[in-house]
């Protein structure tokens, strides 16, 4: 069974700063996808930037970037000029490729953009 | 095209009630999920469908049933509701596809549904 661990409960930023987010997992499969995924306060599911585990580029989505080491299986989330509407819940995730593809969560960093 | 809906958004329960939830998705997508998701954590899988006619138990599928009668449509029951059931429940869907096309591993969700159990 996959696991993945978010270390930070809560953080905080100042607006237009950066604020990395720290994942980790834990599995014996070699091929999967990690997410990370944005919940506002409306609770809505929000994709932010995905990473394919047999790509060594670590994936870009403007102002959010990941780093991605497979070996130390580490998934930081890097979000650059932190703006007030990026003030929600992050969750880590974790797909592997076999067997329905269902996500495995992380417990989530609560992450507070200050003006 | 309205994505993924519950039905419905609200619900209060009191111990030993039933009540189905209702997931629809108009994207023609395969794979449907049910999720839970309780205070401070990130969602934990119920059940999952990889098509119409198949279901199959996820993390925590004690206490629920499913059903995929429909391709569009994921039903999740609760026979008799306890306290430890009271969550937000979350639906989604994926679709099937080549390996590396980014439509094949995204899974977009519905707003949720806020189940409280007295």
């Known amino acids: 069974a996959q696991t993945v661990t978010q270390s930070q409960p809560e953080m905080s930023v100042q607006e237009a700063e950066t604020v990395t987010l720290s994942c980790t997992y834990d599995t014996s499969e070699n091929n999967y996808y990690l997410f990370w995924y944005k919940q506002p306060p409306s609770r809505q599911m929000i994709l932010v930037i995905r990473?394919?585990?047999?790509?060594?580029q670590n994936a870009t989505e403007n102002r959010f970037s990941v780093n991605f080491q497979k070996a130390a299986k580490s998934f930081s989330l890097k979000i650059s000029d932190s703006q007030l509407g990026d003030t929600a819940m992050y969750f880590c995730?974790?797909?592997?490729?076999?067997?329905?593809?269902?996500?495995?969560f992380g417990g989530g960093t609560r992450l507070m953009v200050k003006p | 095209n309205a994505g993924v809906t519950q039905t419905p958004k609200f619900r209060v329960l009191k111990t030993g009630q039933s009540m189905t939830l209702l997931c629809a998705q108009d994207m023609n997508h395969e794979y449907m999920y049910w999720y839970r998701q309780d205070p401070g954590m990130g969602l934990r899988l119920i059940h999952y469908s990889v098509g119409e006619g198949t279901t199959a138990k996820g993390e925590v599928p004690d206490g629920y049933n499913v059903s995929r009668l429909k391709k569009q449509n994921f039903l999740l029951g609760l026979e008799s509701a306890a306290p430890s059931q009271t969550s937000v429940y979350f639906c989604?869907?994926?679709?099937?596809?080549?390996?590396?096309?980014?439509?094949?591993?995204?899974?977009?969700f519905g707003p949720g549904t806020r189940l409280t159990v007295l």
């Open positions: 989604a869907s994926r679709s099937w596809g080549l390996a590396g096309v980014p439509a094949y591993n995204e899974q977009f």
């Open positions: 995730a974790f797909m592997k490729l076999l067997g329905g593809n269902m996500l495995t």
């Open positions: 990473q394919e585990a047999y790509k060594q």
